[in-house]
């Protein structure tokens, strides 16, 4: 007997021992998968490539776009291409935290100024988007207007090709001017012409302009008319220059003081305004053109005004839109092909003939096609006025601290002249605190070949094709030309050789060539011939075999030591409890503890395992620039935390919010079921059903009519009849967004308290009655003392979901608005003010820091309330 | 003797029980309603209804109790004076649909005060002695009379919130109009729409 015993706990002993191998093996693997594939590059074989687009739903745009895709796969067969769209206003976001978490498309339609977002974070060393220098030639580079595709580098490298571009311009509703008898405005105009018409054109419901007052974007243009800059020439950020803070109060009397721009336009409100022909004049870009035409108004399109005080003209910031291949795309050759396709004169054409889109294409500058259409013609005549956006890490961060400013002047607690010296320091300091990425090791030989030939001192000009096609173009010249913009490299005589455009600059004294040739396809042997004068002069063959780059796919191994650890310490843990149960004769089930097992196995695999992860990276720098390559810090996160500026403030506010929510969803589910509880109330069915509405709409959905609602042309200033906008003001959208989460929360607090309330005992209140306890009384020596086993844990419950409720704050206000610089928003609450230092900032570690303490919170909130009240003791 | 004096002591017209709790609630909306005079930012209406609140609180206060006649002849003067200016902010008002909505519970209860304060069963019972048999018959009607204002004042309650509710989804189903027109017009033609599309 002892003997069998003995056999058994052998068996089961090494069976665990079995399982933990099984579960450790995993991880002992190595998992780098690291990209080097030369195979899948070349264009040959199946291939599918992702694209990610941000042309609006069912738009023409959308359409222009999917047919010219449809086009390169009718001529690349071997390539399908799936289309995903993604909004705009989140794209770059979208595409970062897809790249880390190895998923990012092939290819992605990004704006140069989301490229500074992108450029500086890192996937295991490595960038989230592929440098195209290697992937184009000169020719192909010759293609697009120069500042076009500096726009698109970030640093050295050519993040994007680009397909587009695009500023703000000033468009008129014709028929308003006409009907107020006013000359429609023309390049003339100063911007005191401007304010003039709009006054005249402000009567009854009309406004005389549309223009989002506080958006920063539209406060560029305005700024460099009055003759300010965002940067100076060495990139350092000057918010603050000369004539910035007259731009910025300029533009906010056009809504405080001339009263000319409706109360609280934003965006999209100055769209309908204009639509519904409420407004006679807007400052908008090419891309509502099309919207607005089909809207069936009448109206024009003139460059953006010249400011009298200064003489300058207001230059709208111009922003590129291309196509970027994402490092971590398995066919980047095939990628790029696609790229260049959709930015071909072809698709750029056919972009805006349909869709007013700017072109880039350098051939389509003198396309009668296009010159021949006005509104294009006045839209590129306006964007040569324009400013590009430069294309770097400042540029990105700009918005957050001039909101930041506008809001501060906007609500009159500073001058605009010292929100924009705040604003400055802000951007200076936040740039200081950023983390550079670690310099790039350059992939040499990928899609490159070097040819070196001496050259013919009598010739005028060289050309070089490669298998048959003009690839680089000399002409020896006294000309210096321009210094050589880093696209690729041709030494002669051991120095960089200068460039007109695209073509190279010999000297009479060069002897020797040294290029290297980008756009080359690996693998494959390439004819190289050098025509001197027009005569071929040298002839060779090359290829390259180096490959692409790519990060790898994540070491799982720490991952799956993490789960075989938890898998042995469960295994453990319940062997421990089995032993120590019939040791203390608990159990007579031998398998009671494998029953639970699952359980236990799924909640730590799930739950367990990402918390204990999340208490590690709070004690590390983790960070976007470098992810997967933290180190411990200590307790540097939480001193961070702890002092930073508007921690009381938003801890406070949190706690307020936590309260009146659920103080509110409390009571008044109480009175709702107290009062559906009357036996004598007819539709009682229909009243449940009615008041469970809010939860049968995704919560989200209602959040966002919510906020439409309480926009200044909303419902419930329309109800009132006010114009006020709710959500600009402190206090005001503190009220509202508490308000639409009482209103989201009193369905749920309703139904259980209905449920519990059923459980009563009628008969409890009929002997209370002939005692002459009834209605207050029977409430409050009856009701409330039943209900305490039901309402202690709804409190508790609700406590937490409210105090951890994200969508309602991130929906209704995104926190804002943000008053103060560097701080949380005056609605953030602590789990909302957490996703900004995450997936805004990029502090993951920080925001980890922030996390464990907003645990610590609740932990500390549920155990005194469980302890005082005690919750979940049963009643003795 | 005793007993019937004790049931005279103890009954209390209907109309008198439901008005110490109606009037409280009329307070409270009245409150809660000078909020939208001050987003409005109109400081006549604003201390209108400043008047008003503290009307319906004296209102409230001066509900007459048994025998007690001139307390009856104030409360039937201040409901009168709270529907009068009722009416005047209602005139004055731009008769949209929360203006009839937010004078309506000033004018309502108050009317609903003045017609039962001068009704036979509180005129009687500020006035007269009651017999036996008539508070017999008081309290019976009490009986079966207040359930029928709680079931009212159910309604009214599970109406509002029910109101409340639905908002947003009355609005979004007519948004496409909202910067047309106003909010009732927008609502007539989305469900015309919806009505000849159907048809």
Redesign the interface.
Known sequence: MGDECQQARIRKGIFALLLSILFLLPGCLDGDDSGTDGGSQSLSGEITLDIWHTFAAESKEEEVFTNAVKEFEQNNPNVSVEITMVPFGNADQLFMTAAQGGQAPDLMRLSSDQLGAIGEIRVDSLPLLEDLRPHLTPQDRANFEERALEAMRYGEALYGVPASQDCLSLIFNKAIFDSQGIDYPNEDWTHDDLLIAAQQLTYQDVQGLALPVKSAYWWFPIQEGFGGSLFNESGTPTLDSNGSGDAMEWMLDLELDHGVVATGTQIEGMK??F??S?AAMIIDGPWNWATYESSRLSIGQTILPIVDDTGERMSPLVTYKGWSVSKQSEHKIAAADLAMWLSSATVQKDFALETYTMPTHSQLEDDEDILGDDVIRGFLDQTKLGTPAPTTRAMALVYDPLSTAFEQAYSGISTTENALVLANQELVSQMNDLQQAAPLEPNTGYRTISLEFQLNQSASNYSIYVDGLLHTQFIVSDELGMMNSGYDSCLSNGEETNQLGQIRVLSSTNTNLNCTLTGMIPNVEHNLDVYADGELFYSTTGSTSVSDQRPSAGNTSPVMFALGAIVLSLIALLSYGRWRDQRLNRTNSRLAHAYIAPALLALAVLTFYPVIYGFWLSFTDADQTHLGEQSFIGLSNFWDVITASGFIRVTLFTLVWTVVNVSAHIGIGLF?AL??Q?T??KGKTA?RT??L??WA?PSY??VL??R??FQP???VN?????N?DFLSDPTGAQIVVILVNI?LGVPFMMMSISGALQALPKDMYEAAELDGVIGWDAFRHLTLPNLRSALVPLTLLGFIWTFNMFNVIYLMTDGGPNLYFGEPGQTDILITYVYDVAFREGAYGVAAAWSVIIFLMLLAFSWTYMKQTNATEGSS | MTESRFMRDWYVPVEILTLRSWLVVSFIVHLLLLT?EV??DDSVSLLLGFIVCILFATLRASLPKIHDQGKRNISLALSALIIGIGIFRLVSS?L????IWMHAWTIIPSSISLWWLSSRAVTVWTSNKLSTSAIEFGLLRNFETI?KH??FS??L??IH??F??????I??SI?PF???M??VVKLGIHFQLNISLRY
């Open positions: 309908n305004q639509i519904s409420k709702l009062l559906l009357r004598s109330i009243y009615l008041l509405l809010p709409v959905i209602s009519v919510w439409g609602m042309d909303g419902f329309d109800l009132l009849g006010t006020i209103w | 939208v987003l409005r731009s949209s649909v929360f203006d359930k709680e079931k159910t309604h309650i599970l919130f029910v409340i509710t639905v908002i947003p989804l609005w979004i948004s909202h910067q047309e106003p909010w």
